[in-house]
């Protein structure tokens, strides 16, 4: 299995972000002013998101970037009140990516702290996830008093959009869990290696 830190996800990242400038490119060419707004807005925080590079596993990089393109083309296209489960899908995913981010940048010093109370680690993660999604859903409810499109469209959709946040912040928590472990065999591989060093050079 890839380690979570394998080079070839940094590279899709940036692959991806060169995809969404070239979106932006077609979007101005095409006088699709709207979506060019959109998908410009994605783009800025995507990067912003890159220069946190050298913080974050790469894996964190790559996936938080195919966030940003299913976002972007649903705002930019208007794809989330179209037929089909687009919208879940994203917000399920959506706030699985960024979950697993701020996660692992708030906890990152801390792992070590919760490698026997890992059920306690999926929790609080799980729990800054879903706060997110639930002031998101806020955001929505107050967007529809300034925008001509209705993005609220009931009582049910927003309690599906939290049960589908809160789902992809679980996720996350486990998935944190998992880099704690990979964190915690590497530092062990690495101990062994220096010992190993040390009595070879005793010999």
């Given at each position: 299995?890839?380690?979570?830190?394998?080079?070839?996800?940094?590279?899709?990242?940036?692959?991806?972000?060169?995809?969404?400038?070239?979106?932006?490119?077609?979007?101005?060419?095409?006088?699709?002013?709207?979506?060019?707004?959109?998908?410009?807005?994605?783009?800025?925080?995507?990067?912003?998101?890159?220069?946190?590079?050298?913080?974050?596993?790469?894996?964190?990089?790559?996936?938080?970037?195919?966030?940003?393109?299913?976002?972007?083309?649903?705002?930019?296209?208007?794809?989330?009140?179209?037929?089909?489960?687009?919208?879940?899908?994203?917000?399920?995913?959506?706030?699985?990516?960024?979950?697993?981010?701020?996660?692992?940048?708030?906890?990152?010093?801390?792992?070590?702290?919760?490698?026997?109370?890992?059920?306690?680690?999926?929790?609080?993660?799980?729990?800054?996830?879903?706060?997110?999604?639930?002031?998101?859903?806020?955001?929505?409810?107050?967007?529809?008093?300034?925008?001509?499109?209705?993005?609220?469209?009931?009582?049910?959709?927003?309690?599906?959009?939290?049960?589908?946040?809160?789902?992809?912040?679980?996720?996350?928590?486990?998935?944190?869990?998992?880099?704690?472990?990979e964190r915690s065999r590497d530092e062990l591989e690495a101990e062994g290696q220096q010992a190993d060093g040390v009595l070879?050079?005793?010999?």
């Amino acid at each position: 299995m890839l380690h979570t830190n394998w080079r070839g996800y940094r590279i899709a990242a940036w692959i991806m972000q060169g995809l969404l400038a070239v979106a932006v490119v077609v979007s101005l060419f095409r006088g699709q002013w709207l979506p060019a707004a959109a998908l410009t807005g994605f783009l800025v925080v995507s990067l912003a998101f890159m220069k946190l590079q050298h913080k974050l596993p790469t894996l964190f990089d790559m996936l938080f970037m195919i966030a940003a393109l299913i976002n972007a083309g649903g705002w930019a296209w208007d794809l989330f009140n179209k037929p089909g489960l687009y919208d879940e899908v994203t917000h399920f995913y959506t706030l699985f990516a960024v979950t697993l981010a701020l996660g692992f940048l708030l906890f990152d010093r801390m792992f070590p702290s919760f490698y026997d109370h890992r059920v306690l680690l999926v929790v609080i993660i799980g729990c800054l996830g879903i706060s997110i999604g639930a002031w998101w859903e806020v955001v929505e409810w107050a967007a529809d008093f300034f925008v001509e499109k209705q993005i609220v469209s009931g009582l049910n959709d927003s309690i599906t959009d939290i049960i589908l946040d809160s789902g992809g912040a679980l996720l996350a928590g486990f998935a944190n869990v998992y880099v704690l472990h990979e964190r915690s065999r590497d530092e062990l591989e690495a101990e062994g290696q220096q010992a190993d060093g040390v009595l070879a050079e005793a010999v």
